[in-house]
């Protein structure tokens, strides 16, 4: 299914630099500090302007957050970003082999009923009390 162009997401990048600011809490320099650091990441216009989306601004936050309440200095925050995109990574790739795996599994399971289907109906188990086990070959005559 092919996504409508238009439709906004939060990944779209809409927001100019004051406005991102200001919808963060923070300074617009701050904002191009963590843009030189590699904190957040803003998209850019043909005239090289920064355009922030919504998960940006939830970004700016979640460093402010790290920063003023926990303490964690720049490179901290830096570091337990790439582990949080790391991990969500990883997360997508567990799913999709999941996926693949269950695929498998149904497909083993449907390749399995048809062997089974298979099996020669003339073929009968047998057992005595004298003997442990046998295998009787059924074979029925042709007017029965």
């Given at each position: 299914?092919?996504?409508?162009p238009?439709?906004?997401?939060?990944?779209?990048?809409?927001?100019?630099?004051?406005?991102?600011a200001?919808?963060?809490g923070l300074?617009?320099?701050?904002l191009r500090?963590?843009?030189?650091?590699g904190?957040?990441?803003?998209?850019?216009?043909a005239?090289?302007?920064?355009?922030y989306s919504?998960?940006?601004?939830?970004?700016?936050?979640q460093?402010?957050?790290?920063s003023?309440?926990e303490?964690i200095?720049l490179?901290?925050?830096?570091?337990?970003?790439e582990?949080?995109n790391q991990?969500?990574a990883?997360?997508?790739?567990?799913?999709?082999?999941?996926?693949?795996v269950?695929?498998?599994?149904?497909?083993?399971?449907q390749r399995e009923?048809?062997?089974?289907?298979?099996?020669?109906?003339d073929?009968?188990?047998?057992t005595d009390v004298?003997q442990?086990s046998?295998?009787?070959?059924?074979?029925?005559?042709?007017?029965?």
């Amino acid at each position: 299914m092919r996504r409508n162009p238009y439709e906004l997401t939060d990944e779209s990048p809409v927001y100019v630099i004051s406005v991102a600011a200001q919808l963060s809490g923070l300074h617009p320099q701050t904002l191009r500090q963590y843009d030189r650091l590699g904190l957040v990441s803003p998209d850019r216009t043909a005239g090289r302007g920064r355009r922030y989306s919504a998960r940006d601004i939830e970004l700016l936050r979640q460093v402010q957050q790290l920063s003023q309440d926990e303490g964690i200095n720049l490179a901290g925050i830096k570091r337990i970003i790439e582990l949080e995109n790391q991990v969500a990574a990883l997360q997508a790739r567990v799913s999709e082999l999941s996926a693949a795996v269950e695929g498998a599994a149904a497909t083993l399971r449907q390749r399995e009923a048809q062997v089974h289907a298979s099996y020669r109906r003339d073929l009968v188990p047998y057992t005595d009390v004298q003997q442990a086990s046998a295998l009787v070959v059924w074979r029925p005559k042709r007017g029965e």
